[in-house]
């Protein structure tokens, strides 16, 4: 949609009276705040006096800010961030760990699990911008997460076991998935950090950027995003994370099933008339 995106603001009047662009603020939380430009949408963690730790409350405010943008038609993809200069975010709140009992663990390992899954589900694009600590939960946070930008002083890792427990948010499941079995295994066991290079070395992070660029440069990857047809974007991220959970015939089944749906969609006609006709697609979604 990026196309049409700049009459976007003024069609929904967020213009100020300049006439530049606006951010338009949508919730009032106590740790995270959202913010929409145009076609994207800022989602940002702060509890910065914590390194942006999850407490329950973070965590249940990320799932509300997922779920207002979910509805959100003006809102294409989303960027996921820490405040400050230091995390984006440092863990789970070992505060809050500390008074677990096996019950209790149990059902704080689902419910983060639960909306890190949502997140992973998500029908937009979601990146992660990472400007420096993403460890534990915050790790495995930026892992359901559909891309992941790094400055290069992030530092990833799942220390867990150094606090006698082992990740809980999908981590031991999705690391592996994503820079394979040996790789996860070394990190997960020894509970060290890698920095930014090497974790786009493994391909943990999809970009290093300078760190005063990590916004700018997460910005222009999910422009480039979703300037594509949504509908295609939300099949493609429906496609490919099926694929990782199902046999090859169930995958392949479920992509062809996919493709054939988007053929019923205005923005398959939209984008393949713009190519023939030789101009920009005009998308709508649907
Ligand atoms: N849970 C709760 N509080 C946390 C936290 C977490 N995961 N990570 C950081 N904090 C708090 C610190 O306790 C400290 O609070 P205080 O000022 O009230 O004492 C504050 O955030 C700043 O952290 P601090 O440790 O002083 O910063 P640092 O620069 O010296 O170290 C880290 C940064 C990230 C290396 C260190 O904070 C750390 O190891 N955090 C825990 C990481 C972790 O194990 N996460 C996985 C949890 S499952």
Redesign the pocket.
């Known amino acids: 949609m990026a196309r049409t995106e700049a009459a976007r603001p003024a069609e929904r009047g967020f213009l100020t009276p300049s006439g530049v662009p606006s951010f338009r603020a949508m919730n009032e939380s106590k740790y995270v705040r959202t913010e929409v430009s145009g076609a994207v949408a800022t989602v940002v963690i702060d509890r910065q ?3 942006n ?3 329950p409350g973070v965590i249940e405010e990320i799932d509300q800010a997922f779920e207002q943008l979910r509805d959100d038609a003006s809102v294409h993809g989303v960027l996921l961030t820490g405040a400050g200069d ?2 984006f975010v ?8 500390a008074e677990m009992e096996p019950l209790s663990g149990t059902e704080v390992s689902r419910e983060g699990q639960a909306v890190l899954r949502r997140i992973e589900e998500f029908p937009k694009p979601v990146v992660a911008a990472v400007g420096g ?1 993403a ?4 790790c495995e946070l930026a892992l359901a997460c559909h891309l992941r930008v790094a400055s290069e002083r992030a ?1 990833f ?4 076991v ?2 006698g ?1 082992i ?2 948010y999908g981590g031991t499941i999705r690391l592996a998935r994503l820079v394979g079995l040996g790789r996860a295994m070394e990190i997960v066991l020894t509970g060290d ?1 890698i920095d930014a290079q090497r974790a786009y070395e493994i391909g943990l992070a999809n970009v290093v950027a300078p760190h005063g660029e990590l916004m700018e440069r997460a910005e222009k990857l999910l422009a480039r995003i979703v300037r594509n047809g949504p509908k295609a974007l939300e099949m493609a991220l429906k496609s490919m994370y099926a694929a990782a959970e199902n046999t090859m015939e169930h995958a392949l089944a479920l992509e062809s099933s996919l493709f054939g749906l988007l053929a019923s969609t205005r923005d398959m006609r939209e984008g393949m008339a713009a190519f023939l006709e030789k101009r920009k697609a005009r998308f709508e979604g649907r």
């Open positions: 006096d914590k390194l730790a999850l407490n230091k995390a440092a863990g789970a709140d070992i505060g809050v760990l600590y460890l534990g939960g915050g530092n890792g799942l220390p867990e150094g606090l427990i990740p809980g950090m």
